[in-house]
T-cell receptor, first 111, second 113 residues
């Protein structure tokens, strides 16, 4: 079963605005990763944040991790229409190092 | 990043036939690969962990005789959906680990008529 919950389930914004997605999980983790999926396609790895890190940046992406609250957020700044996709958080917490995915956020950026 | 390929990208078959899906890591070796299933507008559900040279580990509720997994080399894992039925229609995605990151294949859309 899915470990994580994401909110919002769907988010619609105007181009140029910032988009924030949140992820909560239930167990302790080794790291948390964010992925992007365009409709009908595979997943693209965006960023990985380790359990001992609190914030990480990559281009227009900013990820935070609060292990005390078991939550993470993904911020996309200055959004573009091409950012329209589903975004998933995934936690790496077991010895098998498998990922457990959140429910996903469908982001729509309107031109 | 590392590249994972899947073949075929799309397959349509009749009920009762078996379908094989291949997952390859193109520029790295993967002792462990993962198979996921995704229904429309839903998240990925892990089906099984494929281990090179040994038996796959299946998640609860996934029939190992229905979904046969073979991981014969460090760059190839196959998923065979045996005696497929319409309820097996779904999007199947594989992934392989390269260090801490899992890289995903482009997915296979299976439609069983």
């Amino acid at each position: 079963s899915q470990q994580g919950e994401e909110d919002p389930q769907a988010l619609s914004i105007q181009e140029g605005e910032n988009a924030t997605m949140n992820c909560s999980y239930k167990t302790s983790i080794n790291n948390l990763q964010w992925y992007r999926q365009n409709s009908g396609r595979g997943l693209v790895h965006l960023i990985l944040i380790r359990s001992n890190e609190r914030e990480k940046h990559s281009g227009r992406l900013r990820v935070t991790l609060d292990t005390s609250k078991k939550s993470s957020s993904l911020l996309i700044t200055a959004s573009r229409a091409a950012d329209t996709a589903s975004y998933f958080c995934a936690t790496d917490s077991g010895s098998a190092r498998q990922l457990t995915f959140g429910s996903g956020t469908q982001l729509t950026v309107l031109p | 990043g590392a590249v994972v390929s899947q073949h075929p990208s799309r397959v349509i078959c009749k009920s009762g036939t078996s379908v094989k899906i291949e997952c390859r890591s193109l520029d790295f070796q993967a002792t462990t690969m993962f198979w996921y299933r995704q229904f429309p507008k839903q998240s990925l559900m892990l089906m099984a962990t494929s281990n090179e040279g040994s038996k796959a580990t299946y998640e609860q509720g996934v029939e190992k005789d229905k979904f046969l997994i073979n991981h014969a080399s460090l760059t190839l894992s196959t998923l065979t959906v045996t005696s497929a039925h319409p309820e097996d229609s779904s999007f199947y995605i594989c992934s392989a680990r390269d260090k801490a990151v899992q890289f995903f294949g482009p997915g296979t859309r299976l439609t069983v008529l």
